[in-house]
């Protein structure tokens, strides 16, 4: 089983950049397919963005594509989201978790879910 570590959250304001970062221990995720999900007050939790184990594919939903950009680092078990002109909606608790099926953009995941890492938009 893989423990999933994300970090990289805080408050930032309106049109600002963060970048997250999701570890993996436990054993390598170099062979599979990792996502960053979402979830906001009150509401479900939500497909973000997914890369290939290549790296050669990603999926975004239509809010997110263009400023938010998925990326990993096989070397170091690490996959990022950097994401920039982030909005008030954008704010939630974001997590990484290899997706049940990326193309279908679904927040169905294989594994346990972690921590989470706290993402606020607020001026």
């Known amino acids: 089983q893989v423990q999933l570590a994300e970090s990289g959250g805080d408050l930032i304001q309106p049109g600002g950049s963060l970048r997250l970062t999701c570890a993996a221990s436990g054993r390598t995720f170099r062979e599979n397919f990792i996502g960053w999900f979402r979830q906001a007050p009150g509401r479900e939790r939500e497909f973000v963005a997914a890369i290939s184990p290549s790296g050669l594919s990603t999926y975004y939903t239509d809010s997110n594509k263009g400023r938010f950009t998925i990326s990993r680092d096989p070397p170091k078990n690490t996959v990022y989201l950097q994401m920039n002109n982030l909005q008030p909606e954008d704010t939630a608790v974001y997590y990484c978790?290899?997706?049940?099926?990326?193309?279908?953009?679904?927040?169905?995941?294989?594994?346990?879910w972690g921590q989470g890492t706290q993402v606020t938009v607020s001026s």
């Open positions: 978790n290899a997706p049940q099926a990326a193309a279908a953009r679904t927040a169905d995941a294989l594994w346990e």
